[in-house]
């Protein structure tokens, strides 16, 4: 039932009990976290083994905590305080006096790594290791153009992301960031697939035009 806003009023101060749940999300120590999880360790090491047999880098990105927690409220005060003159919106302000949160749970939220060759300069793939999923794709791949197969470097890098990022979704099982469009993904594929006999011929025989 929703009450008018002016019988609200005898609620805005008083006392709360019960008990209070929170999430935050902090940079707690990567091998701290990894140790509670060690799935995840192995899961990594086994991400890096595959990586540098195929001669590929993988470096460390960015990571992240979820720790989820509670609070008793043993009849402390609390005062709702209008966010406007309107008060179409509140906050909460509550005394908790000594009493400390106790944490219930700590898990790892993201843990973000790159992979790249050497062909890839400026940019690389990020993948989220805990969500199995694909970040971050190479720009040179994912803006590719018709016609930008006349610039070496380019199809070098291009090259190397797909085969970066086939291996992370066909046998990974990785999948994109959802505002990546698979279709576009797909279409990219194909053009470089129809090419790729002619990529590897410049990669492989750069001379070959030369001789007589």
């Known amino acids: 039932m929703t009450l008018p806003l002016s019988m609200l009023s005898p609620l805005e101060k008083g006392r709360a009990e019960g008990k209070l749940s929170l999430e935050c999300f902090e940079k707690i120590d990567l091998n701290t976290l990894l140790q509670m999880h060690p799935e995840y360790m192995e899961k990594l090491e086994v991400l890096r083994e595959e990586a540098r047999v195929r001669g590929w880098s993988m470096e460390y990105v960015d990571h992240l905590a979820r720790v989820l927690g509670e609070i008793n409220l043993e009849g402390v005060e609390y005062q709702l305080m209008p966010w406007s003159p309107l008060k179409a919106r509140y906050s909460i302000m509550i005394d908790v006096g000594t009493t400390l949160p106790t ?110």
């Open 103 to 212: 944490i219930k749970d700590v898990k790892l939220h993201k843990l973000v790594y790159s992979i790249s060759t050497e062909n890839m300069r400026e940019d690389s793939i990020e993948i989220d290791v805990v969500k199995n999923r694909i970040t971050h794709i190479d720009e040179v791949f994912w803006e590719w153009e018709e016609g930008w197969e006349k610039d070496r470097m380019k199809l070098l890098e291009a090259l190397d992301t797909y085969k970066i990022l086939k291996w992370l979704i066909e046998e990974k099982k990785y999948s994109l960031r959802e505002d990546y469009d698979e279709r576009k993904y797909r279409k990219i594929c194909e053009y470089l697939e129809r090419i790729a006999g002619k990529i590897e011929e410049t990669i492989q025989y750069p001379q070959q035009d030369r001789v007589g």
